[in-house]
């Protein structure tokens, strides 16, 4: 669809500014640190559990906003490290990420495994999930999607990833800080933007929570007009994080 190859083609032309902008490679180091940051903070919001950047840096404490935003950070930080793995064993990387995200939250023997019931925290409001026997069979399709042969643009195979997981949700609690995360992998394994610069996030929030979940039931809705508009707005939340990295060049990103 047209559409959907001009938003992804105008995202790609956004990050491409940042990544070739000679002062923002000279503070790479700041901005990758500041886009992880501000992108956890972001991905809390858009969960409800809303918090200052200088209330994150001062100490996270262990009441249940500070335990959610906390997740958050400790989900955002350990998207690098899975890059490479992402791959080859996606389904490993879902299930290492909801661990970090979900302790303290489920039972240990829980973290990292696809739930056995329809029982979900939905923080978004976005309705039922999918039947908790449909996750398996579900999950192995994309795997089997992010893992073979494509030729598809990064940011569309990066919202079949977000909308899959948050339409799977397929963990009780952190599902959704789970998919967010899944854009970033994307973006960083394909070489969109390796060193994670831009701050997705950060443009999903901007596009606020009413449309994210109005796109999100786009996804839902198997229509090709809603998946298209999907897609559009995953592109739209990539391009402007990157925008807005640029613009701030790290230190300043709000």
Known sequence: ?????????????????????????????????????????????????????????????????????????????????????????????????????????????????PRQSDDVVDALHIGAPAAWREIPSRLTALADLLTGPSEAPALLVAAIAHGEILALRPFRWGSGLVARATVRLVIASTGLDPDLMSCPEAGMLSLGRTSYVAAVRGYLSGEPEGMAEWVAWNAAAVGFGASRASAHRASALP
Do not use: K, Y
């Not at 500041?34 to 009441?63: C, K, N, Q, T």
């Not at 350990?78 to 039972?107: C, N």
């Open 1 to 113: 669809m047209p559409r959907i190859a001009e938003a992804c083609a105008a995202a790609r032309a956004e990050v491409d500014t940042l990544l070739w902008d000679r002062s923002a490679r000279a503070r790479a180091g700041e901005i990758v640190a500041a886009s992880a940051l501000v992108g956890a903070r972001d991905s809390a919001a858009l969960d409800g559990a809303e918090m200052s950047l200088d209330a994150i840096r001062a100490g996270l404490d262990s009441s249940p906003l500070g335990r959610a935003v906390a997740a958050s950070v400790a989900v955002t930080a350990g998207v690098p490290q899975q890059v490479d793995t992402w791959g080859r064993a996606p389904l490993q990387v879902l299930a290492h990420l909801h661990a970090l995200a979900a302790r303290g939250f489920e039972d240990p023997e829980q973290l990292g495994r």
